[in-house]
Structures are given as C-alpha cells and as structure tokens.
C-alpha cells in the first residue's frame, strides 16, 4: 500500500511551547490528508482536513487557532499544537487517500506535555 | 453529525474460532467502508474495505458483508490465529472517514 511518514514519533514538551507534527505521503500526492486524535484505548477522532494549498475544515469542538493546519505541497501536511497544554497530550495521527482512495496512516505522534 | 457504531468493545475467542465485528452507520451518503487493524503502539493498517457497489468482499480469511439498506457492514475473521489479537476499528464516509469505537479482539491458543 501507499506509504505515509510522520515525524516525531514522540515529543516531549513544556506547557505553553508550540509543536509541529510533519506528515508526508512517500509514494503518492495527496491533495487532502486527515489528522486524528487518539486517546487511550479509544478510538480515531477526526480533527480536521488540510486541504493543499487552501485552508483547512475543523471538525466541530476543534479549535483551529490551537491546532495549526498547514497544507503547502501536495506531499506534506503539518499540524502545530500551539501554545500546549498538558491536556493537548495525546497520540496525533495523520492520514491521506491514495489514488484508488483507499486510506493510510502515518506513524503517529504521541504528544506528551510537562 | 455521522456517527459509527461499532460492537462488541471486547471479544475472546479460541484459536480456529471465527470472529465477527459489526458496524452501523448513520449517513446513508457513506460510500466506503474500511476496517483497520491497530497493534499497541502502532498505526492503523488496512486489512480490508468495501463500497457501496458491492455486498460481500474476501480475502483469504477475512470477509466484509455490506448492507446499505440497513447501513449495517460486518468483518468476519475464520480460523483465527493468535496473530489476529489486536484493535479492530470500522470507518464509514464518502471522502473523509469517521471510526467505530474499535473492538479488543483476544484469541487464546
């Protein structure tokens, strides 16, 4: 399948400092890509969609001046958290759709805020 | 806003077992519908998916059986293996995905 990369895999930061997620899709251009929250033992939260080169759509309770969607290429996507707070600690995923639509995840970012 | 169900939360099973984890869905727009396998500690990986233009799909031993009228759609794994014991998640949508809340599959050997 089509291969998406996400970096870190791990960060850890102190409250109120800013921290950017990278998320690239290897092997295909992806003009849509997904980020999701995940919590513990629960399921897939669709956050928002970064659309490439226009702004992204938040789903509904997402602050969007919290979470910094930023869709510059078709390639990459990078979600900021700004401003952290140890509540923002979390697993963050990204994924975008191949050409046959089927969809694929990166590695994950789990996100720890001290 | 659309929302997927999915049960049950945990199932057990004894290896050579079959197991089935069901999905509903509320937006009767969804036209695909893929499940995932999660590991702990690890990314989502797609082990299968259906449209809405097909009922049933196989692989090896893994089905989906879709029913659009009743926006139900089901994974059905036979002869399962210890291997299989991870989190399964159903998605429904047309472009982005909304996830079941995920099944805890355990098979004992």
């Known amino acids: 399948g089509a291969v998406v990369s996400q970096h870190p895999s791990r960060v850890i930061c102190k409250s109120g400092t800013s921290v950017k997620i990278e998320c690239r899709s290897l092997d295909f251009q992806a003009t849509t890509m997904f980020w999701y929250r995940q919590f513990p033992k629960q399921s897939l939260m669709l956050m928002a969609t970064?659309?490439?080169?226009?702004?992204?759509?938040?789903e509904q309770g997402v602050e969007k001046d919290k979470f910094l969607i930023n869709h510059a290429s078709l390639t990459l996507s990078t979600l900021t958290v700004t401003s952290a707070h140890p509540e923002d600690s979390s697993f963050y995923i990204c994924?975008?759709?191949?050409?046959?639509?089927?969809?694929?995840f990166g590695q994950g970012t789990r996100l720890t805020v001290v | 806003g659309e929302n997927v169900e999915q049960h049950p939360s945990t199932l057990s099973v004894q290896e050579g077992d079959s197991a089935v984890i069901k999905c509903t869905y509320s937006d009767s727009a969804s036209n695909y519908f893929p499940w995932y396998k999660q590991e702990l500690g690890k990314r989502p990986q797609l082990i299968i998916d259906i449209r809405s233009n097909v009922g049933e799909k196989k692989d090896q031993r893994i089905a989906v059986t879709l029913n659009k009228t009743a926006k139900h759609f089901s994974l059905h794994i036979t002869e399962t293996q210890p291997e299989d014991s991870a989190v399964y998640f159903c998605?429904?949508?047309?472009?982005?995905?909304?996830f079941g809340t995920g099944t805890r599959l355990q098979v004992f050997p």
């Open positions: 970064s659309n490439e080169g226009s702004k992204a759509t938040y």
């Open positions: 994924s975008a759709r191949d050409q046959g639509e089927r969809a694929f």
């Open positions: 998605a429904a949508g047309v472009y982005k995905l909304i």
